[in-house]
């Protein structure tokens, strides 16, 4: 059920309640399973394909949209992100306040319009002397976020940041981290990444809550919106030609190249099997050899398959997010497998450190920073979550 399987979780629930006909909580999730089945069913049959278009294609009567003379949040300046409407929208989320819908609109557009022109692996180059910090999952905790910016400063062409994915789901401020991590990638596309993880797609952000926030803070158009605009996110970076960063990890296949994954079309959503699902959903496992995914999406990969694919592509490590580590980071396979994870007491239960890494063009061996949590407002994790999950917790 936590994978978006439906019909599969439909058919495990409904041996459970007939084998248990009396037993209240199985009726429960039985029932709620099978509302949400039928409901994508009848999506899907109302559904219209269409030729896609670009959001921008899709919205050109955008600048009919009307700004109240009432709204005083930050503003566009001649439809442009500058350094002082980031500034002016970091104080606007932090005082819980809401940016207005067409320059929400306006963002998204312009991000998808950027990320089409972008390989599915981006070369990144740091000069010597240069700093870079690379952050794991953030998962909405928009005050974790902010946290970080504190502690490292915030981004700037000297400056410069990598979020490795799962910017959204399970916390309740997903619209404030990702109109922020979008807003910084327009004012510096060249010194700001964004690398796409498992929860920028669909199935995640309905059954973990995105969709429901977007929905509850703008509109179904705009969920719809940024599932078209995840589509487009690289699927992996590579610094210096030494680093290879991607959310999930390695590969069943043997003899994979940087190039194989340059030629990966990634506007869809994650497949279930080959190199973009295993970029997103693997995991790392202290023995040799691969083995099946404890998650049942991806692989898990030894410290052999780390070291034969670092030799064979001329990495020095790969590094890679998509899993809670006490202190926020952790260093396995002999060095050659970093994992970075950046949302502290993630769901405001696991009591672990966040962590950040910082490298530098001239030295690329990593320095970690962790951090603990800071408050935020009185709203739960999953608060937007799809009602079964509520059930399944």
Not at 12 to 34: I, L, Q, W
Request: net charge negative; with cysteine; proline share 5%.
């Amino acid at each position: 059920m936590s994978l978006g399987k439906l019909k599969q979780a439909l058919a495990d629930f409904e041996y459970v309640y007939k084998s248990r006909p009396n037993d209240k909580d199985a009726k429960m999730k039985f029932t709620e399973c099978n509302k949400i089945v039928k409901m994508r069913a009848f999506e899907r049959a109302i559904a219209v394909d269409k030729p896609e278009k670009t959001l921008m294609e899709m919205f050109r009567n955008m600048e009919n949209i009307i700004i109240e003379d009432d709204y005083i949040g930050p503003k566009l300046e001649d439809d442009k992100v500058t350094l002082q409407f980031m500034e002016d929208l970091m104080e606007h989320y932090q005082n819980q306040k809401k940016l207005h819908k067409k320059y929400a609109y306006k963002i998204l557009c312009d991000v998808e319009n950027y990320m089409r022109q972008q390989p599915s692996l981006i070369d990144i180059q740091v000069p010597d002397g240069h700093k870079f910090t690379i952050c794991g999952d953030i998962h909405g905790q928009f005050f974790d976020l902010m946290n970080i910016f504190k502690l490292n400063g915030i981004p700037s062409p000297s400056n410069p940041y990598l979020f490795n994915g799962d910017f959204v789901d399970r916390g309740s401020f997903s619209v404030e981290c990702i109109f922020t991590l979008f807003g910084f990638k327009l004012l510096y596309p060249d010194s700001f990444f964004l690398s796409r993880g498992n929860h920028e797609s669909s199935n995640m952000n309905q059954m973990y809550g995105f969709t429901g926030e977007v929905t509850a803070k703008y509109t179904n158009t705009m969920a719809d919106m940024f599932t078209q605009v995840f589509n487009w996110l690289p699927l992996c970076h590579c610094i210096n030609k030494k680093i290879l960063i991607m959310h999930g990890g390695l590969f069943k296949s043997e003899n994979v190249t940087l190039e194989d994954l340059r030629k990966i079309d990634r506007n869809q959503q994650p497949p279930e099997e080959g190199l973009m699902c295993e970029l997103l959903w693997s995991d790392p496992q202290q023995w040799t050899g691969w083995g099946p995914s404890k998650r049942g999406v991806g692989i898990q990969f030894g410290p052999d398959i780390t070291k034969r694919f670092c030799d064979q592509n001329g990495l020095d490590y790969i590094v890679r997010s998509h899993e809670v580590k006490d202190i926020g980071y952790a260093v396995t396979h002999d060095g050659k497998c970093i994992t970075v994870f950046s949302a502290p007491n993630y769901c405001d239960t696991m009591g672990n450190m966040g962590a950040f890494i910082i490298i530098k063009g001239d030295d690329l061996t990593p320095q970690f920073t962790s951090f603990a949590e800071v408050p935020h407002p009185n709203v739960k994790p999953m608060a937007y979550a799809n009602s079964l999950m509520s059930l399944l917790s």
